[in-house]
């Protein structure tokens, strides 16, 4: 099993730390801030070069994994060739089962598995490529699973392992980052996949999005709060 830390142009000098208490983890450096997705995709990169079977995703307020997690994993990747993706149970911070299996529809995509944390085997990278780096943070999920399925591949759960999710470690959701980018990747990944979608939930959804986040990011503007747009 192979750790790889990406550091995503952290100021706050703890790799240094790190690299001195886990000597054994590689690390990758960015100077600047990459996106989510091109940060993400410089780790798979190199974890591919090992010649990884799978690659978990995960994120930096994720904890409090199983300790058979990625045996559990691997298992349900061996029953069906065919599965790229697999989930598990998620927990909040406080113990809370934040998603157990359910399906979750968001902009036209069924989402059997959760979104903050997945593992992808080495084939679903091959068929479908890496991360959707346009699209930087939010909705990549969907894009790699909607590029996934299209291929032919399946995502899958499994609840018998399990990981506590923190929830907005890096983006808080009152920024106006967080709605900014929420607002331009929901019109972004509807006009990519448009003709495959279910188009009246897609409009319900989408009204919704436009509302909730558009209402911050003109309030914003009109406070003056604009020095991140």
């Given at each position: 099993?192979?750790?790889?830390?990406?550091d995503?142009?952290?100021?706050?000098?703890?790799?240094?730390?790190?690299?001195?208490?886990?000597?054994?983890?590689?690390?990758?450096?960015?100077r600047?801030?990459?996106?989510?997705?091109?940060a993400?995709?410089?780790?798979?990169?190199?974890?591919?070069?090992y010649?990884?079977?799978?690659?978990?995703?995960?994120?930096?307020?994720?904890?409090?994994?199983?300790?058979?997690?990625?045996?559990?994993?691997?298992?349900?990747?061996?029953?069906?060739?065919?599965?790229?993706?697999?989930?598990?149970?998620?927990?909040?911070?406080?113990?809370?089962?934040?998603?157990?299996g359910?399906?979750?529809?968001?902009?036209?995509?069924?989402?059997?598995?959760?979104?903050?944390?997945?593992?992808?085997?080495?084939?679903?990278?091959?068929?479908?490529?890496?991360?959707?780096?346009?699209?930087?943070?939010?909705?990549?999920?969907?894009?790699?699973?909607?590029?996934?399925?299209?291929?032919?591949?399946?995502?899958?759960?499994?609840?018998?392992?399990?990981?506590?999710?923190?929830?907005s470690?890096?983006?808080?959701?009152?920024?106006?980052?967080?709605?900014?980018?929420?607002?331009?990747?929901?019109?972004?990944?509807?006009?990519?996949?448009?003709?495959?979608?279910?188009?009246?939930?897609?409009?319900?959804?989408?009204?919704?999005?436009?509302?909730?986040?558009?209402?911050?990011?003109v309030?914003?503007?009109k406070?003056?709060?604009?020095?991140?747009?």
């Amino acid at each position: 099993k192979i750790i790889i830390l990406v550091d995503n142009g952290s100021t706050d000098g703890e790799i240094k730390v790190l690299k001195k208490s886990h000597p054994d983890v590689i690390f990758i450096e960015h100077r600047h801030n990459l996106s989510y997705c091109a940060a993400y995709n410089s780790g798979i990169k190199r974890a591919l070069g090992y010649n990884a079977s799978y690659i978990s995703l995960v994120h930096n307020d994720s904890i409090n994994y199983s300790k058979n997690y990625y045996l559990e994993v691997v298992k349900t990747f061996e029953n069906d060739r065919n599965i790229g993706l697999v989930g598990t149970k998620v927990y909040t911070g406080e113990g809370v089962l934040d998603w157990g299996g359910e399906n979750h529809q968001r902009l036209g995509i069924d989402m059997n598995t959760p979104t903050c944390g997945y593992t992808i085997s080495n084939k679903a990278f091959e068929v479908t490529g890496l991360m959707d780096e346009k699209l930087g943070v939010f909705y990549e999920d969907l894009d790699f699973i909607h590029r996934l399925r299209k291929q032919g591949m399946k995502t899958k759960f499994t609840g018998k392992v399990s990981y506590d999710h923190l929830g907005s470690g890096t983006v808080k959701r009152s920024s106006y980052f967080f709605h900014y980018y929420r607002l331009r990747n929901t019109i972004w990944f509807i006009k990519k996949w448009y003709s495959d979608l279910n188009n009246y939930d897609l409009y319900l959804e989408l009204r919704q999005s436009i509302q909730t986040h558009l209402e911050y990011v003109v309030d914003s503007l009109k406070k003056g709060n604009i020095k991140d747009a």
